[in-house]
């Protein structure tokens, strides 16, 4: 990730979002080459997002599947202080 930042960062102005997207669907790659031990990793997503904006020199704008549109992912985002933009879609009994 920290290089992927840094590309980034050559690359936009300081003044310009980095847009992250957030989603939870699992993409079936079932003609994908990997390694027998590669698998998949669950990690809770406010982590990471924090980890991004605290090493972007950029201002960050997060973009979220419904999933992410609840009241736990918003009580996550300011008790870490999060320091992000972010568009929700949320369900329509939300």
């Known amino acids: 990730m920290m290089l992927y ?3 980034l960062q050559e690359k ?3 003044t310009e979002h980095i847009l992250v997207a957030i989603d939870h669907t699992a993409w079936g790659r ?3 080459k ?3 031990d590669r698998t998949h990793e669950y990690q809770r997503g ?3 997002l ?3 904006c605290e090493h972007s020199v950029n201002p960050v704008l997060a973009v979220l599947d419904r999933e992410y549109g609840n009241a736990s992912w918003v009580l996550a985002l300011t008790q870490a202080s999060i320091q992000a933009d972010c568009l929700m879609r949320v369900r329509k009994n939300a």
Do not use: F, G
Request: glycine share 0%; net charge neutral; proline share 17%.
């Open 5 to 7: 930042l840094e590309q």
């Open 12 to 14: 936009a102005p300081p």
């Open 30 to 32: 079932p003609d994908a």
């Open 34 to 36: 990997t390694l027998k």
């Open 46 to 48: 406010a982590s990471q």
């Open 50 to 52: 924090k980890l991004v």
